[in-house]
């Protein structure tokens, strides 16, 4: 589980959690069509796509509902604000008479987080003394590297500036943070030899 707090900071770098995609189960079918027709924060085309999209206002987030009664939650930046957007799932559906009678296990899928390292970055250096990465700046200005353990990857720009994604918690997040930090030095003295 992720931890109520949603930003870290140290001298050497700093975080902040901009989305959490969950998922979870209602063990119950939900007629989409109903809900479609009855609540105004709806999208649903069938032809196209096989899940309804609803907007929940505050915390402002997207939930996909499914038939099966399968969910899938973006937009969230706590997993007690996930927890509150399921509820008012819950809430909506029992306007339609789909009534839950179990608490929803929640899965975290993905985190996605923004900060910086403290460090002004030398991308096609990095590019070519670090294993696991892409850089095309012709295309995009961001250097691509991966880590394995924990499993994230990261958008990496000159300036410091980072984009994180792919991990399930907090712990891993910061664990990834720890790695890239680690790697990223160990590149930078070879460069300064």
């Not at 007629?31 to 924060?41: C, D, G, M, S, V």
């Not at 590019?127 to 499993?151: C, H, R, S, W």
């Amino acid at each position: 589980m992720v931890a109520k707090k949603t930003a870290s900071s140290s001298k050497e770098s700093t975080y902040k959690i901009q989305n959490i995609v969950a998922t979870t189960s209602l063990e119950k079918p939900v007629p989409l069509t109903k809900l479609a027709r009855t609540q105004p924060n709806t999208e649903y085309n069938p032809e196209t796509f096989p899940g309804l999209v609803l907007r929940i206002k505050e915390p402002k987030s997207a939930v996909l509902v499914f038939s099966s009664g399968n969910l899938v939650c973006t937009g969230t930046k706590s997993i007690a604000q996930v927890k509150q957007v399921i509820q008012e799932v819950i809430k909506q559906l029992k306007k339609i008479n789909v009534k839950v009678t179990i608490t929803p296990k929640i899965t975290v899928q993905n985190i996605v987080a923004s900060g910086t390292i403290n460090l002004k970055l030398n991308l096609n250096f990095l590019a070519l003394e670090m294993e696991n990465t892409e850089y095309e700046p012709e295309q995009f200005p961001g250097l691509v590297y991966k880590i394995d353990e924990p499993n994230a990857t990261f958008l990496l720009f000159s300036n410091g500036k980072l984009v994180c994604t792919g991990t399930k918690n907090k712990q891993q997040l910061e664990d990834s943070m720890k790695q890239l930090l680690k790697n990223v030095k160990k590149a930078l003295k070879e460069y300064k030899k």
